[in-house]
T-cell receptor, first 112, second 118 residues
């Protein structure tokens, strides 16, 4: 079955630095890879989607890369702020519509 | 983004009772999903609910324990039956939006229902 691993359970960085989160997967060939933000006790909030034929996507301070050969996605937050502190989830899906497979998430803390 | 609401937002229940969670979406959608997120864990899909057909359950989840209704294209309910402390979790509904709907083609989540079973 598919397996999704996010680099670490927790990442602590200083404000202003770039946070880089990793998502690796095996036994799967996703057509789409998505990143969500989740705050404690709340539902995930969609951030970015990248397709298998896209290498990179940007949205404001966020950047996602997708390497289908390495089976890896990198999620970057530049000029990080304390308000970026949350858990970030990587999710895969094999088609346009349908279920998502989630990683366990990386808890990011940005300290002043 | 989609407006998805869930009721209740949280509840504390006694062992052996049942709780029905409601999910309302601000526009018509074909596919709705119910996920569970246990403490410290990632999201696990319980079932997919399409309007006009029986829900499709994932391995480890059964209709008797988690009956689902999908009476129309904007609403669904999930019931957690005969609850035990192991059912303490956040329950989330989500919907897919396809291209041409004015929203990005992805899955959006409700705010979740936090359930504690004593």
């Amino acid at each position: 079955s598919q397996k999704i691993e996010q680099n670490s359970e927790a990442l602590n960085i200083q404000e202003g630095k770039t946070a880089t989160l990793t998502c690796n997967y095996t036994n799967y060939s996703p057509a789409y890879l998505q990143w969500y933000r989740q705050d404690p006790g709340r539902g995930p909030v969609f951030l970015l989607l990248i397709r298998e034929n896209e290498k990179e996507k940007r949205k404001e301070r966020l950047k996602v890369t997708f390497d289908t050969t390495l089976k890896q996605s990198l999620f970057h937050i530049t000029a990080s702020q304390p308000a970026d502190s949350a858990t970030y989830l990587c999710a895969l899906r094999g088609s346009t519509l349908g279920r998502l497979y989630f990683g366990r998430g990386t808890q990011l803390t940005v300290w002043p | 983004s989609a407006v998805i609401s869930q009721k209740p937002s949280r509840d504390i229940c006694q062992r052996g009772t049942s709780l029905t969670i409601q999910c309302q979406v601000d526009s018509q959608v074909t596919m709705m999903f119910w996920y569970r997120q246990q403490p410290g864990q990632s999201l696990t899909l319980i079932a997919t609910a399409n309007q006009g057909s029986e829900a499709t359950y994932e391995s480890g989840f059964v209709i008797d324990k988690f009956p689902i209704s999908r009476p129309n294209l904007t609403f669904s309910t999930l019931t957690v039956s005969n609850m035990s402390p192991e059912d303490s979790s956040i329950y989330l509904c989500s919907v897919d939006f396809a291209s041409g709907t004015g929203r990005e083609e992805t899955q959006y989540f409700g705010p979740g229902t936090r359930l504690l079973v004593l």
